[in-house]
């Protein structure tokens, strides 16, 4: 061949490798200063290199199927990839020995974004949230869950568990992710939600990381809702004169929360909690400078043959069974609480981390099981925050006590009270009365998901209860003040009838006793449940209604595109059970003189009213549906119509939303809302009347990113009380833009900006929020979540809420305030999942 050829095919080469250069030459985020760690990278990591689809697969393929790379020039080997290629890679990429992820490590990488969504929730969800991240840790063996186990897993209904627990039985098992995905009368969100918690066999479980736990670190000053706020700055909590006695131990801390669970082989269980509110004292174990805090330790699945010792918990701990009428130990108040969707409660008992603070029970709670029979029995001995009466109605016992009190901050003393500080007849409110209460819940299951249970409990107190309102109330107001809803404050369970000892404890003067009973039935795709409580005022134990009750009944449809729950409950007012934590939509003592505070002696007096987390005592129905018409559309609706049983005001609130992708980037929500109290009687104090719209239009962008806009409007229509509300109609409007951006998976950014005039509630990244202005705010917080390794996360996030200054246009006369205000507030928190 001559030389002129030969020189030819060179230039032709040349040509064709300048060619393939441009041909696989991509826009790329490598450099020599930012080498791609090949052997350790994910398929989506080697796309982001200069080469094509196809050969980025090849390359994965390689280091999948046939080991990481010895050295950079491996990579020559692999087909496709010429000597022009190979130089322009070359400078990429760095060769490192391969990292493999410990179980426990992959198990947070596969599911880091729940992770994310789990750690700010707060408060009402402790305990679900506690269990969640100790199953995605430690995943459940779906084979041999018992029905309790599946039941308080994220989004798993009745039916589904019953539909996992049968399949299994005429199948022989579930073998894996396929199986669990087509087993019949299992829903969507059912099977997304137990697949990220359990396994398929017994050998899968085994880890070599037997030690597995989480803790959480948060701090914040975030300050209370509008009405306490109100409150504080009334009474000067604000600004205080630090050298009273009342304010000894007060600063200016923010709100610190420490929660820790921790498990050792899946069985045994230990774990602790801190928590203070913004300002209030640290209150230390005696004669040392070690804080008072929550604790537990327990075990749980330990066999002796047909025996199981399925829980055993000693410190704190929390309990809840059935319905939530007879026992449910939360501080917190969640309205519509029907044990489904966002409104789940965690059914029987588990060791408390929690900011319960009130109610926190403390002793040991045990539950065992025998065939299809189980018992759980629990003891509690502990102070409880109370009001203590001025007389002394024994020169031994000393005072009585009045109502039992959810406190925000807990200060010794009420501080606008003469009558009860430190120079007058020392009456605290801070752990004023201690109660030992026992009690357990008897259990037959029939077959999965049907059952038959029996509940008691009794409280014993070391001082007398006598719930005397006068004492509460100031001046003459208890007399000139009443109303008809004060019937639920005149039947609180006190008395005489509350007098008595108990075996166990020679200190208990007074005594109140719950028993009833609850039950399940699965039948297909329909659950049916109830559960009945009384409190025993003197009658006959086997008579049912001739002492103070409460009833829940409900029944729940699914079907695959469409789920419906329909709910009865009755509540006598007399039933006053401070465990009591069943469906209602108000609050116990709403519309009675406990919610006006400035008829007490105390301002913070109103937290009988604001904190309560005992239901109004009702009687209703209510409905909540989802349909989805079609992969674009969904709906949902709630229905609820009660009459409130102190004073026989019938209210009704109805919420329809609508959900539309006209495509699968673009989200848009429509949400309405109408309320009413006393619609047809408009002469009445009681009369009102809401409307509320909100609407939001989401897209989704590529790397799970998002913009939102929203839009609400609110109007509620009260009778003219021009005192308390200044006029009729009382506004409210907000809209504003949101945004999250994911720079990758260890790095998120969020961020909302919108104005806000009148009412106006919202979530705020993981927070719930609450605020008002009558002159209008600009309103905008930022948030940074961050992954520092697989096991540490952390979130900041910033707020500024700046109200617009009084001048002579927006200005009411009425109302005293500050010519500029503005608030500047910061969340942060850690997370550690090991």
């Known amino acids: 061949m001559s030389l002129k050829k030969y020189q030819s095919i060179l230039k032709i080469f040349a040509i064709l490798s300048v060619l393939s250069g441009f041909l696989f030459a991509q826009e790329t985020i490598y450099s020599s200063e930012n080498q791609l760690d090949i052997n350790n990278a994910s398929l989506e990591e080697i796309q982001g290199l200069p080469v094509s689809a196809d050969l980025a697969q090849r390359i994965y393929n390689r280091l999948t199927y046939r080991g990481d790379f010895k050295n950079i020039y491996d990579l020559r080997k692999i087909e496709g990839i010429d000597q022009a290629l190979f130089n322009t890679l070359k400078p990429l990429i760095r060769v490192e020995p391969f990292r493999e992820l410990s179980s426990t490590q992959q198990r947070i990488e596969d599911v880091y974004y729940q992770l994310d969504r789990w750690s700010g929730n707060e408060g009402t969800n402790d305990a679900f949230i506690d269990l969640w ?73 085994i880890d070599e990381e037997k030690f597995h736990g989480h803790i959480t670190v948060r701090m914040d000053n975030t300050p209370f809702m509008t009405e306490e706020g109100d409150v504080n700055q009334e009474i000067g909590l604000g600004l205080t004169n630090l050298s009273s006695a009342f304010y000894q131990g007060v600063n200016t801390q923010p709100n610190q929360y420490i929660k820790s669970r ?47 010792l399925r829980k055993a918990y000693l410190g704190n701990y929390s309990v809840t069974f059935g319905q939530g009428v007879i026992m449910e130990n939360t501080d917190f108040f969640v309205p519509r609480k029907s044990g489904f969707g966002f409104r789940k409660r965690f059914n029987g008992i588990t060791g408390d981390n929690s900011q319960t603070r009130e109610f926190a029970l403390r002793g040991i709670a045990a539950e065992v099981g025998y065939k299809n029979f189980s018992a759980t029995g629990f003891v509690s001995y502990n102070d409880r925050d109370a009001i203590l009466n001025k007389q002394v109605n024994d020169s031994t016992l000393g005072n009585s006590f009045s109502q039992f009190i959810i406190l925000d901050q807990r200060f010794r003393y009420a501080p606008d009270d003469a009558s009860r500080l430190p120079d007058q007849s020392d009456l605290p409110w801070l752990d004023a009365v201690t109660e030992l209460t026992y009690g357990g819940h008897l259990q037959y299951d029939f077959m999965p998901g049907t059952w038959l249970g029996l509940t008691y409990y009794e409280s014993a107190y070391n001082r007398y209860l006598d719930p005397n309102p006068e004492e509460i109330t100031a001046d003459d107001n208890w007399t000139a003040r009443q109303v008809t809803t004060d019937t639920e404050i005149k039947q609180s369970y006190g008395g005489p009838i509350s007098r008595g000892t108990n075996p166990f404890w020679d200190d208990a003067v007074s005594f109140r006793r719950i028993y009833g009973f609850d039950f399940q039935a699965t039948i297909e795709n329909l659950a049916l449940m109830g559960e009945y409580g009384e409190l025993d005022k003197g009658g006959n134990f086997f008579k049912m209604g001739d ?62 009213y604001t904190n309560a987390a005992q239901p109004q005592a009702e009687e209703g129905f209510y409905l ?57 009687n408009d002469i009445t104090l009681r009369y009102f009347k809401s409307l509320e719209f909100r609407g939001r239009i989401r897209a989704r962008l590529s790397n799970f990113n998002d913009m939102t806009l929203f839009y609400a409007n609110g109007k509620t229509l009260v009778h003219p009380r021009p005192r308390v509300f200044g006029d009729i109609v009382l506004d409210g409007e907000a809209f504003g833009a949101g ?60 707020t500024g809420d700046f109200q617009q200054p009084v001048q002579n246009i927006v200005f009411d006369p009425n109302t005293v305030e500050r010519v500029r205000k503005h608030q500047n507030l910061f969340y942060l928190e850690f997370n550690y999942n090991f």
Not at 142 to 159: G, H, T
Not at 267 to 290: A, C, H, M, W
Not at 590 to 604: C, R, V
């Open 133 to 205: 991240i100790e199953k995605i840790l430690e995943p459940l063996n779906v084979n041999s869950a018992r029905y309790d186990e599946l039941i308080n897993l994220q989004n798993i209904s009745p039916v589904d568990a019953v539909a996992i627990i049968n399949y299994r039985n005429d199948t022989g098992g579930i073998r894996g992710q396929r199986d669990l995905r087509g087993i019949p009368g299992l829903s969507y969100y059912g099977y997304s939600n137990a697949s990220n918690f359990v396994d398929y066999s017994e050998s899968a479980l």
């Open 262 to 308: 921790f498990t050792y082989d899946q069985k045994y269980k230990f774990g602790f909690s801190f928590n203070r509110y913004l300002g209030e004292p640290v209150y230390y174990y005696k004669d040392t400078q070690i804080p008072k805090m929550k604790f537990f330790a327990g075990v749980e699945n330990i066999k002796w043959g047909d025996i199981e």
């Open 547 to 608: 002492d103070p009750k409460a009833l829940v009944l409900s029944a729940y449809l699914q079907y695959p595109s469409f789920n419906m729950l329909a709910l009865y409950r009755n509540y006598d007012v007399g039933y006053d059970n401070p465990y009591q934590r069943s469906f209602s939509n108000y609050r116990r003592f709403k519309g009675t003189i406990f919610e006006d505070y400035y008829y007490l002696e105390s301002a913070l007096y109103g937290q009988l």
């Open 624 to 680: 909540n549906s989802f349909y989805q018409i079609s992969r674009e559309l969904t709906t949902r609706f709630e229905y609820d119509n009660w009459t409130r049983n102190a004073d026989k005001a019938n209210q009704y609130r109805l919420v329809g939303t609508l959900d539309y992708r006209p495509v699968f980037p673009l989200q848009i929500q429509l949400r309405q809302k109408w309320q009413a109290r006393d619609e047809e």
């Open 739 to 798: 945004m999250t951006h994911n720079f990758n998976n260890n790095l998120k950014l969020s961020a909302s900006l919108f104005h806000y005039q009148g009412f106006f509630w919202n979530f705020e990244d993981t927070q719930f929020v609450v605020m008002e202005s009558t002159r209008g705010a600009l309103r905008y917080w930022l948030s940074l979540y961050m992954r520092l390794n697989s096991f540490v996360s952390m979130r900041m996030k910033y």
